[in-house]
């Protein structure tokens, strides 16, 4: 069955540090793979998405991520950390017509 | 492009009661979703709209929800007796493409709603 695990429940960082939230995937065609992050009281946002192509792909907010099929994975990655980037992340793949979710990784950033 | 609109944010009811929430589409999407987030866990999906049809409904619609989106626009989601368990954060998506796994699917800010 498809699946999005995302092993890391909670990380803290410093602002200004660079930050890799992971993200493993289980799909047993092409997979089409998105980050989204979610602000209390806010909708989810797109960050980034993979369809196909170059494995890095570069999203909003000075996000990218890299997918990398021989470990099933699409990490998240910036490079400096704002505190504005303190939030709630989603990692997800499509399938068919449906989005399957982890089940998220808190970013909390100290100044 | 007003994005995403649901009402209400917020809803308290009493078990055993019946609810109703809608879903405003960004203009011109084909596509509507349904999902719904418990604390501590990632949206899963409900139910998902191409136009006026409901095209797929998961395990986790019982027989007590029941979602509609006459004339392609608008959507409405009814919890028929509520029971504590569907508490959560119900969110709607709408997206505009040829093939639905590969399209952006844009979220609106959910509808919070809590069965006393």
């Known amino acids: 069955a498809q699946s999005v695990t995302q092993p890391d429940i909670h990380i803290t960082v410093s602002e200004g540090a660079s930050l890799e939230l992971r993200c493993n995937y289980s799909?047993?065609?092409?997979?089409?793979l998105f980050w989204y992050v979610q602000s209390p009281g806010q909708g989810l946002q797109l960050l980034l998405k993979?369809?196909?192509?170059?494995?890095l792909v570069q999203g909003i907010k000075g996000f990218e991520a890299e997918f990398k099929r021989s470990q099933s994975s699409f990490n998240l990655r910036k490079p400096s950390v704002h505190w504005s980037d303190a939030a709630e992340y989603f990692c997800?793949?499509?399938?068919?017509?449906?989005?399957?979710f982890g089940t998220g990784t808190r970013l909390q950033v100290f100044p | 492009d007003t994005g995403v609109s649901q009402d209400p944010r917020h809803k308290i009811t009493k078990r055993g009661q019946n609810v109703t929430f809608r879903c405003d589409p960004i203009?011109?999407?084909?596509?509507l979703y349904w999902y719904r987030q418990t604390l501590g866990q990632g949206p899963e999906f409900l139910t998902y709209?191409?136009?006026?049809?409901?095209?797929?409904k998961s395990r986790l619609l019982s027989d007590r929800f029941s979602a509609e989106r006459p004339k392609g626009s608008f959507s409405t989601l009814e919890i028929q007796r509520t029971e504590q368990g569907d508490s959560a954060m119900y969110l709607c998506?709408?997206?505009?493409?040829?093939?639905?796994?590969?399209?952006?699917?844009?979220f609106g800010p959910g509808t919070r709603l809590t069965v006393l």
């Open positions: 997800a793949v499509g399938n068919t017509d449906k989005l399957i």
């Open positions: 203009s011109e999407h084909n596509r």
């Open positions: 993979y369809f196909s192509g170059d494995t």
């Open positions: 998506a709408s997206s505009w493409g040829v093939t639905p796994h590969t399209d952006t699917q844009y």
């Open positions: 799909y047993g065609a092409t997979p089409y």
């Open positions: 709209f191409q136009n006026e049809a409901q095209l797929e």
